[in-house]
């Protein structure tokens, strides 16, 4: 399985982003993407996720009403669209893969940098 993400970049505050990611390979039937996020000297955080049923769909409270996260593509391609950005959501944003049943993701892209700047 490989899982590939991109569409980060460098934004002022209050603009916009769409990171996509795209897994191929040998995927389970069913899985689920998470989008994580690491800022500089801090841990990793969930950021979104979508399952295989549509309403199946995370987001943190805390970015509800700013990110967004949709599946297309047969599935294999979610996006984070991410707007009125903000400097403190500069990060490095990942995408990975949970296998059914699994409470950990199995599989990891490599990760985006979102630079925002104020």
């Known amino acids: 399985v490989q899982l590939q993400a991109s569409g980060g970049g460098s934004v002022q505050a209050e603009g916009s982003l769409r990171l996509t990611c795209t897994a191929s390979?040998?995927?389970?039937?069913?899985?689920?993407i998470g989008w994580f996020r690491q800022a500089p000297g801090k841990e990793r955080d969930l950021v979104a996720a979508?399952?295989?049923?549509?309403?199946?769909?995370y987001v943190a409270d805390f970015l509800k009403g700013r990110f967004t996260i949709t599946r297309a593509n047969a599935k294999r391609t979610v996006y984070l669209h991410m707007d009125n950005l903000k400097p403190g959501d500069t990060a490095v944003y990942s995408c990975?893969?949970?296998?059914?049943?699994?409470?950990?993701?199995?599989?990891w892209g490599r990760g985006t940098l979102v630079t925002v700047s104020s």
């Open positions: 979508v399952g295989w049923r549509d309403d199946d769909i």
């Open positions: 990975a893969l949970r296998s059914p049943g699994r409470i950990k993701y199995d599989y």
């Open positions: 390979g040998r995927t389970p039937s069913t899985y689920t």
